[in-house]
């Protein structure tokens, strides 16, 4: 089993749309969760920390599920901007990042 | 504030050469990694940093791989002799220290390797 585990799609949805994703990982005693986005050819950039309590910003919402090990991604209202790779990031109890293979998502008019 | 610089931005090679690769981070920040992505995949650590010492190198292919962070700030990364399969981006990446949750990284622009 991968340590971190992300269905690469792609998520083709419509502008307005409701989509999520979700990062499943192994290592139990992981300590801290990130989403990345990722646009083509370019360097991957922090779109959210996941907190133990979830977190949301704006049109963006992250949960934690320690129990079964996973983290979402929820967008609302769908725009032809949000059209990217989302990569979850988990960092180890020994501070050690993995990153998931990344999810696409291709958001059309 | 500047972020991170990588150069070369493209290098293409044949295998069996060497190649290398820089990175200078944000200033201030302790933490270096080095990472690894081929196309369709996530990043692969190949080798972190604080200040100059190795935090991890476990993936690291230390048999034509090497890295270095020598005082702290700048790094290089080399690979001698290039394979086919090395031909990926080579992302850099700065944090401001590793050891604390919610640390968050930022990636420079990368260098496209394509070994022909």
């Known amino acids: 089993r991968k340590e971190v585990e992300q269905d690469p799609g792609p998520f083709n949805v419509p502008e307005g749309a409701t989509v999520a994703f979700n990062c499943t990982y192994s290592?139990?005693?992981?300590?801290?969760f990130f989403w990345y986005r990722q646009d083509c050819r370019k360097e991957p950039k922090l779109l959210m920390s996941v907190y133990s309590s979830g977190n949301e910003d704006g049109r963006f919402t992250a949960q934690l599920n320690r129990a079964s090990q996973y983290i979402s991604l929820l967008i609302r209202d769908s725009k032809l901007s949000d059209s990217a790779t989302y990569l979850c990031a988990v960092i180890t109890g020994s501070y050690i990042p993995t990153f998931g293979r990344g999810t696409s998502l291709i958001v059309h008019p | 504030e500047a972020g991170v610089a990588q150069s070369p931005r493209y290098k293409i090679i044949e295998k069996r050469q060497s190649v290398a690769f820089w990175c200078n981070p944000i200033?201030?920040?302790?933490?270096l990694y080095w990472y690894q992505q081929i196309l369709g995949q996530g990043p692969k650590l190949l080798i972190q940093f604080q200040n100059n010492g190795v935090v991890d190198d476990s993936q690291l292919p230390k048999d034509r791989f090497s890295a270095e962070r020598l005082k702290g700030v700048d790094s290089t990364l080399k690979i001698q002799p290039a394979k086919l399969e090395d031909s990926a981006v080579y992302l850099c990446a700065s944090s401001l220290v590793s050891g604390i949750p919610y640390n968050e990284q930022f990636f420079g622009p990368g260098t496209r390797l394509t070994v022909l």
């Open positions: 290592n139990s005693a992981s300590q801290s």
């Open positions: 200033s201030g920040h302790a933490t």
